[in-house]
C-alpha cells in the first residue's frame, strides 16, 4: 500500500469513527430535547390544572351560596340562572391561543371558562365524567382543528366532595417545532463540524503520513540503488564463469559442473534482481505510465506466440482465443503482466496439460484470463500469491529450475493496479488455476 494510500484510508476512518460519535451524540441529544419538553408540557398541564381546579371550587362554592340566598329572597320570582353561572366563570378565564381551560359540573355541558366558542373536538367528555366519578386525574390526548393536544382533566372538590372537574387542553404545535428546530440546529452544527473534521482529519493524516512516506521513500530508494548496483558486479561475475569455461579446455568435468552451476545461479540472481529493481520503482512511483488505448487482444495474441517454443518444450498446449479489445492501459506493462501469467501457468502445468489465454469485453473493462489445467493453489495459499517472496512450494519450484523468488506475481498485481484495474485468481487444487485481469476500457 502506498503512503498515499494509507493516508486516504487513515482520513477515512478517522472521518467514520467522528461520524458515528456525532450520530448517535445528535441522536441521544434530539432524544433528550423531546423528554426534557415532554416533562415541561407534563408539569406545565399539572400547574395550570391545580390552579384552574382552586379556582373553580372558589367559584362553584360562591355561586351555590348565591343560589341558595337568591332562592330564600326571590320566591315566587322567574329568572336565569344559566347567565348567572356564566357571568360567574367569565372571570376565570385562561386566555391563551393555544391552552384551554374547561370546566364541567356534573353531567352539564362543559364551558370553557373564558367564554369562547368551544373548538370541535373538545371536550374530552369522557375524561371529565371518568374524573368526576373516579375522583382522580386523566391524561389523555387528541388533535384538536388538526393540531395534536394533551389534556390533563382533574376533579374539583368543594369540602373534600367531587363537585366537577376541569380540563386542560394543551396544544403540542409550538413545543413540538421547538424540539425540531433544535434537532435542526444540532444536525447543521453537526454536518459543518462533520466537513470540518474531514478537513483537519485530511491535513492530520497528511502529517501524521509524512515521516512515514519519508522513510518508506529511504527504504525504496535503497532497494532500488542496492539492486540496480548488484547488477553490475553479478553480470561480470557470470560473464567470467562462462569465459573459464570456453577457454578452460583442460579443467576437469566436476571443475566445469561447478562453473555452469556458478553461471545458472548468477543468471538467476541476476533476473532476481531486475524484479526487485521493477518493484521498487514501481512502488516509488518513479516511472508513471503513460496510460494510451492497447489493443489487449492482440498483445495476448502475440505473447501466446512468443511464448510458444517455452510450451512446445514443456509439452503443454498453449492457445489464445482472443476477441478484439481495448483497454486505457501501457502496452510494454500488459505484456509483461502477461508474460508472467502465462509464465506461471506453463510452470506449474503438467506435460499434456492446457494453458489457454483469453481476452473478452466487459461494459466497462476488457478482461485477460490466464486458465490453466495444471496443479492448482491450496485453497490456504490463494490470499497470499500475491505477496511478495510467496512461493506456495518453495523445495519444489526452487529445485526444479526456473523457479522465481516469488515476485512475479507481486510486480504483475502492482503494474494492474497502476493501469486502475484489478487481479483476481481462483483455483481448485490438482484441477487448475485461472487468473483473471480487468483493465478499463
Ligand atoms: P514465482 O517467481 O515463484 O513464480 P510468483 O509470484 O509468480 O512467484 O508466484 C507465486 C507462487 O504462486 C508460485 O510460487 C506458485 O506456487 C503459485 N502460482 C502462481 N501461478 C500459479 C499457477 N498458474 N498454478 C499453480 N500455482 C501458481
Do not use: Y
Not at 155 to 162: L, Q
Not at 383 to 391: E, G, I, N, S, Y
Amino acid at each position: 500500500m502506498t503512503p498515499s494510500r494509507i493516508r486516504a484510508r487513515l482520513g477515512m476512518w478517522n472521518l467514520a469513527v467522528f461520524g458515528l460519535v456525532l450520530l448517535v451524540t445528535i441522536t441521544a441529544a434530539a432524544l433528550s430535547i423531546a423528554r426534557v419538553s415532554d416533562l415541561a408540557i407534563d408539569r406545565e398541564l399539572q400547574l395550570g390544572a391545580a390552579r384552574a381546579a382552586t379556582r373553580m371550587a372558589h367559584a362553584w362554592a360562591e355561586s351555590d351560596r348565591h343560589e341558595r340566598d337568591d332562592e330564600r329572597r326571590d320566591e315566587g320570582h322567574d329568572r336565569a340562572p344559566e347567565e348567572d353561572d356564566h357571568d360567574r366563570l367569565v372571570h376565570f378565564a385562561e386566555a391563551s391561543p393555544d391552552q384551554f381551560v374547561i370546566a364541567a359540573r356534573g353531567g352539564a355541558p362543559a364551558v370553557r371558562i373564558d367564554g369562547r366558542a368551544m373548538p370541535p373536538g373538545l371536550p374530552d367528555a369522557r375524561a371529565l365524567a371518568s374524573a368526576q366519578a373516579d375522583g382522580a386525574a386523566v391524561r389523555s390526548s387528541g388533535t384538536v382543528a388538526g393540531a395534536r393536544v394533551r389534556m390533563l382533566t382533574v376533579p374539583v372538590r368543594i369540602g373534600g366532595r367531587v363537585a366537577g372537574a376541569v380540563q386542560i387542553v394543551r396544544s403540542l404545535t409550538a413545543p413540538e417545532r421547538a424540539v425540531w428546530r433544535s434537532v435542526l440546529v444540532l444536525v447543521i452544527t453537526g454536518v459543518a463540524g462533520l466537513v470540518l473534521a474531514a478537513a483537519a482529519s485530511a491535513f492530520l493524516a497528511g502529517r501524521a503520513m509524512r515521516p512515514i512516506a519519508a522513510a518508506l521513500a529511504r527504504q525504496q530508494r535503497f532497494l532500488a540503488d542496492a539492486s540496480h548496483e548488484l547488477r553490475t558486479p553479478v553480470t561480470v561475475l557470470r560473464a567470467r564463469a562462462d569465459a573459464m569455461l570456453r577457454e578452460g579446455e583442460g579443467l576437469q568435468p566436476s571443475v566445469k559442473d561447478e562453473l555452469r552451476r556458478l553461471s545458472a545461479d548468477a543468471d538467476e540472481l541476476s533476473l532476481l534482481l531486475g524484479d526487485l529493481l521493477d518493484l521498487a520503482r514501481l512502488e516509488a512511483g518513479v516511472e508513471s505510465l503513460s496510460i494510451e488505448p492497447v489493443a489487449v487482444g492482440d498483445a495476448a495474441e502475440e505473447m501466446v506466440a512468443d511464448l510458444a517454443p517455452m510450451a512446445l518444450e514443456r509439452g503443454v498446449a498453449l492457445v489464445a482465443k482472443a476477441e478484439p479489445a481495448f483497454a486505457r492501459a501501457h502496452l510494454g506493462r500488459v505484456r509483461q503482466v502477461l508474460r508472467a501469467l502465462i509464465d506461471n501457468a506453463l510452470k506449474h502445468t503438467p506435460p499434456g496439460g492446457h494453458v489457454t489465454v483469453s481476452v473478452s469485453r466487459e461494459s466497462q473493462h476488457a478482461v485477460l484470463r490466464v486458465a490453466d489445467d495444471g496443479e492448482g493453489i491450496a485453497p490456504e495459499h490463494l490470499p497470499q500469491v500475491f505477496d511478495r517472496f510467496f512461493r506456495a512450494d518453495e523445495a519444489r519450484t526452487r529445485g526444479a529450475g526456473g523457479g522465481g523468488a516469488g515476485l512475479g506475481l507481486a510486480i504483475a498485481a502492482e503494474l494492474v493496479h497502476q493501469m486502475r484495474g484489478t487481479i483476481q485468481v481462483e483455483s481448485v487444487r490438482g484441477r487448475g488455476t485461472t487468473f483473471t485481469v480487468r483493465l478499463p476500457r
